[in-house]
């Protein structure tokens, strides 16, 4: 998979030499380009940026510079047959980035990011491209970056690591908690390892017991209740079919109530408000 970044901060990109990215990138899995954008000003203060038609706060991106580079790294992708391309561009008005997106955007051949600054990229930039490809403006989380280069860190990683021989079988996705299609979209629960008592902290017996039914039962509780405290939603939008027997037991004891409609539906207590 080829990926180009276009940013006012390449160094801000580094951190894409380290680690997974950086292992795929060595062995030739992942071809990374990132490009200054300051490289396609052609005045004196290598101006990228100008105030926004209609008053208001703040700076816009110029359509210019992000132009003449993405024409110019188009240009070279497409004589490099490197496929399709897509543009990524992280923004706090974009779709949410979530593991089905992370998929979807790993079958693609070549991807292209654009992490702005100040306000964001004049409108008429995204227009332009979504004529030649598909764009995708996406947001990784509700709160908002100065810019969109963590976002392109975040969304490389999540990418990279789904693409055919980057991870090892050690550290297989085959049950992500979030894969699209797992059989309940669940939070993990607790993990451990050695030493088997660590400050006075054991581990729970069931994990040493080599009781396979018993873990897979426990670690499933594990997840219910974790879920039920960090994300209820996860177990609102969950179809009901979707639980045994045994679940819906720890459902019950969690605060949970089934619905005529086949979902479960859970009271808040006063005492967490
Ligand atoms: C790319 C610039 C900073 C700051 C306007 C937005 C409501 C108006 C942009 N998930 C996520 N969070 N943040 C980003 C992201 C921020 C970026 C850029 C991505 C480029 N910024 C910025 C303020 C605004 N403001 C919130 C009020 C827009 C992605």
New binding site residues.
């Given amino acids: 998979m080829r990926l180009d970044v276009v940013t006012i901060f390449p160094e801000y990109l580094e951190p894409l030499n380290v680690s997974l990215v950086g292992k795929a990138r060595a062995r030739g899995q992942l071809d990374v380009h990132v490009h200054d954008l300051r490289q396609w000003t052609y005045d004196r203060h290598n101006t990228v940026d100008d105030t926004p038609y209609g008053g208001g706060p703040?700076m816009v991106m110029k359509t210019e510079p992000w132009g003449d580079c993405l024409d110019e790294l188009l240009a070279d992708g497409y004589e490099a047959g490197v496929g399709a391309p897509a543009l990524v561009?992280?923004?706090?008005?974009?779709r949410p980035?979530t593991q089905e997106l992370a998929v979807e955007l790993s079958e693609r051949p070549w991807l292209v990011f654009t992490?702005?600054?100040?306000?964001?990229?004049d409108r008429r930039v995204m227009d332009e491209y979504a004529t030649r490809m598909p764009v995708y403006e996406?947001?990784?989380?509700?709160?908002?970056?100065?810019?969109?280069e963590a976002?392109v860190l975040v969304i490389t990683e999540a990418v990279a690591r789904l693409l055919p021989g980057v991870l090892g079988n050690a550290e297989s996705h085959r049950d992500d908690s979030f894969a699209p299609g797992a059989m309940a979209n669940l939070l993990e629960g607790p993990v451990y390892t050695k030493p088997p008592e660590w400050r006075g902290h054991g581990i729970p017996d069931v994990l040493l017991s080599g009781h396979h039914g018993k873990i897979a039962r426990w670690r499933r509780d594990e997840a219910l209740r974790r879920t039920t405290a960090n994300r209820p939603d996860l177990i609102e939008r969950c179809d009901a079919a979707v639980f045994d027997k045994k679940d819906r037991e720890m459902l019950s004891i969690l605060g949970w109530e089934p619905e005529p409609g086949g979902r479960f539906w859970r009271k808040r207590e006063a005492v967490e408000e």
Wanted: charged share 10%.
């Fill in positions: 703040g561009v992280p923004t706090p008005s974009g980035f992490p702005a600054r100040y306000e964001g990229i996406v947001s990784i989380g509700d709160y908002v970056l100065a810019g969109g976002a």
